[in-house]
C-alpha cells in the first residue's frame, strides 16, 4: 500500500480510538464510587431531595445544619416571648424542608417546640389562624358542639378558661374553637407516636410497645375512653389503683377499622406505673405512654380518632 494512504488510514484510526475511549469515561465519571462490599455509594448532594418532610434519606449541608439551628434558637426565642404561633411557624418550617431528615436530634427539637406551641394555642386563648369563634346557639350543649368540631369538651374548657367545676353555657355566649382534625399515627420500630392535625404534626410522644412483637400493625379507630381504667387479663379482674393493674390513669381503646383484621381486638393506647419502660418492648401489645402524656391524648383526641400503627 502507497505512503500516502496507508498514514491517513492509521490516524483515522487513532482519531476513532481515542473518541471511543472519551465517550466511555465521560459516560461513567458521573457515577458514584463503588464501596469494597460492591455496594454504589452515593454523597448526599447528588441523591433526590424526598417530597414533604425529610425522611432520612439526604444528609443536610453543614450550611444547612447551621440555618435549622438557628431558626430553631429563633423559635425558641419566640416561645420565651409568649409567641407560640411565631415559634410554631419557625419550627415547621425545618421539618418541611427536604433535606431535613426524621428523627434525628434537630427534628425532635422542632418537634418539641410544635408540640409547646401548640398545646398553648389549643389551652388558653391565644389568637390562632384555626381557631373560629362560635355563638351559641338555643339548645347547644358542649357535647353538642364538641361533637359537631371534632373536638373534646376538655378542649372547648381549657380554650376558653371555662369554670371546670360549674361549666355554663348560654345562647348568644361566644367562645373559640379549635376544629382539628385529628390522627394519630404510632411507628413501632422509632418507638414514636406522632398527633397530626391534617397532614401537620401537633406534637409527638414517646412510646412503649408490646413485648416480642406483640403490638399489631393495623388501622384503628378511637372506640373508648376511660379514667382510672380497671384491668382485665383473661379470667381476672384487676381494680384501678392495684399495683398489679399496669394501664396506669387512662385507657383509649381501640377498634379495628378499614383492612384490618377485625379479630385485632383488645387493643388500646395506656398509662404506666413504670414510665422507665416507655422507649421499649415490655407491654402485653398495647401502646403505652407515660400517665402525663395519656392525660394530655385523653383531653384532646375525640371518639372515632383514626389511629394507624406502623412498623416504621
Known amino acids: 500500500m502507497y505512503w500516502y494512504i496507508k498514514y491517513p488510514l492509521v490516524l483515522a484510526g487513532c482519531a476513532l480510538l481515542a473518541c471511543c475511549l472519551y465517550l466511555v469515561w465521560g459516560k461513567y465519571r458521573g457515577r458514584a464510587p463503588v464501596s469494597p462490599g460492591g455496594t454504589r455509594t452515593e454523597n448526599a448532594s447528588s441523591r433526590p431531595a424526598p417530597g414533604g418532610v425529610g425522611h432520612g434519606l439526604v444528609v443536610p449541608s453543614a450550611e444547612m445544619l447551621a ?172 381494680p384501678y389503683g392495684d399495683p398489679a393493674n399496669v394501664l396506669g390513669t387512662r385507657w383509649l381503646g381501640l377498634q379495628p377499622t378499614d383492612d384490618t383484621d377485625p379479630r385485632l381486638k383488645g387493643f388500646g393506647l395506656h398509662g404506666t406505673w413504670q414510665p422507665e419502660t416507655v422507649g421499649g418492648a415490655a407491654s402485653e401489645g398495647c401502646v403505652r405512654l407515660t400517665n402525663e402524656d395519656i392525660e394530655e391524648l385523653f383531653e384532646i383526641l375525640p371518639i372515632n380518632t383514626r389511629v394507624a400503627i406502623k412498623e416504621e
Not at 426524621?102 to 398553648?120: E, V
Not at 410522644?205 to 388501622?219: A, D, E, S
Open 67 to 238: 440555618t435549622f439551628t438557628d431558626r430553631l434558637a429563633a423559635a425558641e426565642d419566640q416561645l420565651v416571648k409568649d409567641n407560640p404561633v411565631g415559634a410554631r411557624g419557625l419550627a415547621e418550617k425545618v421539618l418541611a424542608a427536604p433535606d431535613m431528615p426524621r428523627f434525628t436530634p434537630l427534628w425532635f427539637r422542632a418537634g418539641d417546640i410544635i408540640g409547646k406551641a401548640n398545646l398553648l394555642i389549643l389551652n388558653s386563648d391565644v389568637p390562632a389562624p384555626e381557631k373560629i369563634r362560635y355563638v351559641i346557639q338555643p339548645g347547644d350543649t358542649l357535647v353538642g358542639v364538641a361533637n359537631h368540631f371534632q373536638t373534646t369538651v376538655a378542649a372547648i374548657e381549657h380554650g376558653n378558661k371555662l369554670d371546670l367545676t360549674r361549666v355554663t353555657i348560654y345562647p348568644g355566649m361566644v367562645i373559640s374553637v379549635y376544629p382539628a382534625k385529628w390522627s394519630v399515627e404510632v411507628l413501632k420500630s422509632k418507638f414514636v407516636l406522632l398527633l397530626c392535625d391534617g397532614s401537620r404534626l401537633f406534637k409527638y410522644y414517646r412510646i412503649g410497645i408490646g413485648r416480642q412483637n406483640r403490638t399489631p400493625v393495623g388501622v384503628f379507630k378511637l372506640q373508648t375512653k376511660l379514667r382510672e381504667p380497671i384491668w382485665t387479663p383473661p379470667g381476672r379482674v384487676i
